[in-house]
């Protein structure tokens, strides 16, 4: 399959899937086995009804069985293996993980095997909707599908067998990390997410942004706060400002995303923070 380079205002954004087998659910069984979380159409858009269905589905998803013994191995050979390179330790992140796991159940679920879910929504865009406080500037992520029974020797192998995948494993600017791997149908999809975190919202943001609503953040040493915004999915700003609030007026969203602009050596870079609304 052919791998995708997307470029961020900061850094570059990996992504690159790897398919030895593929298979899917099917049949009437998996909607009704689970109604709290019922993927046949996707998870919801808005950021409070895609966490509650993502939560729900996190707690249990018939059909489907997560490998947390597998994720915790792949997470430790991806370590060494950058540890034999000579590049920088990784930190577990759980809302990459979560984002990470949250994805192989779709696949599973749904039959197919992409970076993208069926509506469009991307591996960045889901973190966000469930990770609260962390600025990103830079993201990657590596997709493999290989058959179930295969050892966690075996799927690292595929993984650094890709080009596009090792490099994600050896990018010493990424500094956390995330690892899914869930089996169905005699299938395993293991799902691996990087980013490098360059600041952290002081308090975390609610699902729904109320008027004046805390952005005051701590930022790694060489950045410099200059504004923040509110862009849609598409990228269309909603929202603009300078300082550490939101105004005490907040516009209708349904569906937006915070960035904060900041500055270094007289450049400015966009960090991508947490999923909100406006509304329920």
């Known amino acids: 399959m052919r791998n995708v380079t997307v470029m961020l205002h900061r850094a570059s954004k990996i992504l690159s899937v790897s398919a030895l087998a593929f298979a899917a659910l099917s ?73 990470a796991r949250l994805h192989a159940y779709d696949m599973a679920v749904r039959g197919y095997a992409s970076h993208e879910d069926l509506e469009g929504r991307t591996h960045l865009d889901r973190v966000r909707m469930m990770e ?65 975190v360059d600041g952290q919202l002081n308090t975390p943001v609610p699902l729904v942004a109320a008027p004046r609503t ?16 509110v862009v849609s999915a598409t990228g269309e700003t909603l929202m603009r400002g300078i300082g550490s609030k939101m105004p005490a007026s907040v516009p209708e969203i349904s569906e937006g995303f915070i960035q904060m602009d900041v500055e270094s050596n007289n450049s400015i870079y966009t960090l991508r923070g947490p999923a909100i609304s406006s509304s329920l």
């Open 132 to 196: 609260r406080s962390a600025l990103i500037g830079s993201f990657g992520a590596n997709i493999v599908i290989v058959k179930a029974g295969a050892s966690p020797e075996d799927v690292q192998k595929v993984i650094m067998a890709d080009e596009a995948n090792a490099a994600n494993v050896e990018r010493d600017e990424f500094d956390h990390m995330g690892v899914a791997a869930v089996e169905a149908n005699g299938v395993l999809y293991v799902v691996q997410l990087f980013a490098r």
């Open 27 to 99: 049949g009437p069984s998996f909607a009704e086995a689970n109604s709290a979380c019922d993927l046949s159409n996707g998870y919801a858009i808005t950021p409070t009804a895609f966490q509650q269905e993502a939560n729900a589905c996190l707690k249990d998803i018939s059909g489907v069985e997560a490998d947390a013994v597998m994720a915790d191995q792949l997470f430790r050979l991806a370590g060494e293996q950058r540890a034999s390179q000579g590049e920088s330790e990784l930190r577990m992140l759980s809302s990459l993980s979560e984002a």
């Open 214 to 229: 805390n952005l005051a953040a701590n930022y790694n040493d060489q950045f410099e706060p200059v504004g923040w915004s």
